[in-house]
């Protein structure tokens, strides 16, 4: 690609992975506000662990309930129009969670209402992450060309990253020189408050980019759809591939399973290893895992912005390499590292060793991730599904990764009251049996056309 197209669809694609930020800034903002919701409504309150895990992981009953609604909107709605109804949910959960009381509540006074209102706008917001995480990889992957879409889409992941690297650095810079008693009271809403600001501005720049081509073919909108693919491709491969969505969208079934239950299982299983290797503790714990290892409070949160920038780091190396290594390889090399990083947190857990050795292999854990299963996994789902099932298969997918997020973090807590050592361990053994699953079922999608892949599972059907 040259010229306009490239700065066209690059241009598209920034737009689209602001929901990505939002989905990382809103998933990693409870970080620096754990603590806080937890003296104020939970120990306030005389609840234990299981509810506190609970409401630390509200959120994701949220995601789980977007991920379902998502095949819905995206084909009802649209992609575009699935995004924007994303933005607003938002913009609302974040007002909403900083200031809970607002309307029936007395603030400073902790009740079950209360509590019960802070969950109900943090799982609002978690509707909004939750059809964010499905649409953005599918529309970046509905607009990208083959040679460049996964990079394209592992874009998405590094503004997930980004979007929790900002949000640790807006944590820090409210909770720098404030009491704890401050923090306990006004900090932790302002945390969730700044999250409004990014969401305003991703349903402003929402206006300015065009629906997906393959849903404005789906829908007989074939004129606007050869408008768009002549913007990204030039004319000559625009109208090719118009050609091959029309006969894709014609020769396929509307049944779920027209191209066999394959797909749709490695479609959930990739989900959920992703989730089972444990990634989500290391991100909303992680102020809480440095404390424990002996850091102030200042430090824990300075610890947590070096954490996000070896994230970063690690995305951006995954951006460089998935579209020339292909995406196994790199999904068994990650397998391989987080496991290596899970097993020695959990030895050192069993000795009672906690210092700079832990933090190390916490890097190595999350370094793996980041360059492998965080961003790799969103590709694989954006490209495996054929055109006619894809809206209602990520659906799917991404609703099993929200699930399989709400159970690990929300069984975190306990889990750790029970044992260190094994709940690192236990994450370990999953980074294992996430090599194995890529190895023996995964199949390789590098270079190959969204269109290209109803073969691949009509042969294996």
């Given at each position: 690609?040259?010229?306009?197209?490239?700065?066209?669809?690059?241009?598209?694609?920034?737009?689209?992975?602001?929901?990505?930020?939002?989905?990382?800034?809103?998933?990693?903002?409870?970080?620096?506000?754990?603590?806080?919701?937890?003296?104020?409504?939970?120990?306030?309150?005389?609840?234990?662990?299981?509810?506190?895990?609970?409401?630390?992981?509200?959120?994701?009953?949220?995601?789980?309930?977007?991920?379902?609604?998502?095949?819905?909107?995206?084909?009802?709605?649209?992609?575009?129009?699935?995004?924007?109804?994303?933005?607003?949910?938002?913009?609302?959960?974040?007002?909403?969670?900083?200031?809970?009381?607002?309307?029936?509540?007395?603030?400073?006074?902790?009740?079950?209402?209360?509590?019960?209102?802070?969950?109900?706008?943090?799982?609002?917001?978690?509707?909004?992450?939750?059809?964010?995480?499905?649409?953005?990889?599918?529309?970046?992957?509905?607009?990208?060309?083959?040679?460049?879409?996964?990079?394209?889409?592992?874009?998405?992941?590094?503004?997930?990253?980004?979007?929790?690297?900002?949000?640790?650095?807006?944590?820090?810079?409210?909770?720098?020189?404030?009491?704890?008693?401050?923090?306990?009271?006004?900090?932790?809403?302002?945390?969730?408050?700044?999250?409004?600001?990014?969401?305003?501005?991703?349903?402003?720049?929402?206006?300015?980019?065009?629906?997906?081509?393959?849903?404005?073919?789906?829908?007989?909108?074939?004129?606007?759809?050869?408008?768009?693919?002549?913007?990204?491709?030039?004319?000559?491969?625009?109208?090719?591939?118009?050609?091959?969505?029309?006969?894709?969208?014609?020769?396929?079934?509307?049944?779920?399973?027209?191209?066999?239950?394959?797909?749709?299982?490695?479609?959930?299983?990739?989900?959920?290893?992703?989730?089972?290797?444990?990634?989500?503790?290391?991100?909303?714990?992680?102020?809480?895992?440095?404390?424990?290892?002996?850091?102030?409070?200042?430090?824990?949160?300075?610890?947590?912005?070096?954490?996000?920038?070896?994230?970063?780091?690690?995305?951006?190396?995954?951006?460089?390499t998935v579209d020339k290594y292909g995406r196994k390889p790199l999904l068994m090399i990650g397998s391989i590292g987080m496991a290596i990083g899970m097993f020695a947190i959990g030895g050192l857990?069993?000795?009672?060793?906690?210092?700079?050795?832990?933090?190390?292999?916490?890097?190595?854990?999350?370094?793996?991730?980041?360059?492998?299963?965080?961003?790799?996994?969103?590709?694989?789902?954006?490209?495996?599904?054929?055109?006619?099932?894809?809206?209602?298969?990520?659906?799917?997918?991404?609703?099993?990764?929200?699930?399989?997020?709400?159970?690990?973090?929300?069984?975190?807590?306990?889990?750790?009251?029970?044992?260190?050592?094994?709940?690192?361990?236990?994450?370990?053994?999953?980074?294992?049996?996430?090599?194995?699953?890529?190895?023996?079922?995964?199949?390789?999608?590098?270079?190959?056309?969204?269109?290209?892949?109803?073969?691949?599972?009509?042969?294996?059907?």
């Amino acid at each position: 690609m040259k010229g306009h197209s490239s700065f066209y669809v690059v241009g598209i694609t920034m737009v689209a992975t602001l929901g990505g930020l939002l989905f990382g800034y809103d998933t990693a903002v409870i970080s620096g506000a754990e603590k806080s919701i937890q003296a104020y409504l939970i120990t306030g309150l005389g609840l234990g662990s299981l509810a506190h895990g609970a409401t630390i992981s509200s959120a994701l009953i949220g995601c789980i309930i977007g991920g379902m609604l998502s095949g819905i909107a995206a084909s009802k709605l649209g992609r575009k129009n699935s995004l924007m109804l994303a933005a607003f949910l938002f913009f609302f959960s974040s007002l909403g969670a900083g200031w809970p009381e607002t309307f029936f509540f007395t603030r400073g006074e902790p009740t079950m209402g209360l509590l019960l209102m802070f969950n109900f706008y943090r799982i609002v917001g978690g509707i909004g992450v939750g059809i964010a995480s499905a649409v953005c990889p599918m529309y970046i992957g509905e607009i990208a060309p083959a040679n460049i879409r996964g990079r394209l889409v592992s874009f998405n992941q590094f503004a997930i990253i980004f979007g929790m690297l900002v949000v640790y650095f807006v944590n820090y810079g409210i909770a720098h020189g404030q009491t704890i008693e401050w923090i306990n009271t006004i900090g932790w809403r302002w945390m969730f408050t700044s999250a409004a600001i990014p969401s305003a501005i991703f349903a402003i720049l929402l206006f300015f980019v065009p629906e997906t081509p393959r849903f404005l073919a789906l829908n007989n909108q074939d004129e606007e759809a050869l408008r768009i693919l002549t913007k990204i491709n030039g004319l000559d491969k625009a109208k090719e591939i118009l050609k091959e969505i029309r006969v894709s969208v014609e020769a396929s079934s509307e049944k779920l399973f027209a191209f066999g239950k394959l797909v749709i299982v490695i479609g959930i299983l990739l989900s959920v290893f992703q989730q089972f290797v444990g990634i989500n503790v290391a991100l909303y714990y992680a102020p809480r895992i440095f404390e424990s290892m002996g850091a102030a409070k200042d430090a824990s949160m300075l610890q947590t912005v070096v954490m996000g920038l070896v994230n970063v780091i690690f995305t951006v190396l995954a951006i460089m390499t998935v579209d020339k290594y292909g995406r196994k390889p790199l999904l068994m090399i990650g397998s391989i590292g987080m496991a290596i990083g899970m097993f020695a947190i959990g030895g050192l857990a069993f000795m009672h060793v906690i210092g700079i050795s832990t933090l190390i292999f916490i890097v190595i854990y999350t370094a793996s991730f980041m360059m492998s299963w965080g961003p790799i996994c969103w590709v694989l789902i954006s490209e495996i599904f054929p055109n006619k099932i894809r809206g209602r298969a990520i659906a799917i997918a991404v609703a099993a990764q929200w699930a399989a997020n709400y159970f690990i973090s929300s069984t975190y807590p306990a889990m750790m009251e029970f044992s260190g050592g094994v709940t690192y361990c236990f994450y370990g053994v999953m980074s294992v049996l996430s090599f194995i699953f890529v190895w023996k079922m995964v199949p390789e999608t590098k270079g190959k056309t969204l269109e290209a892949m109803e073969g691949l599972w009509l042969k294996k059907k």
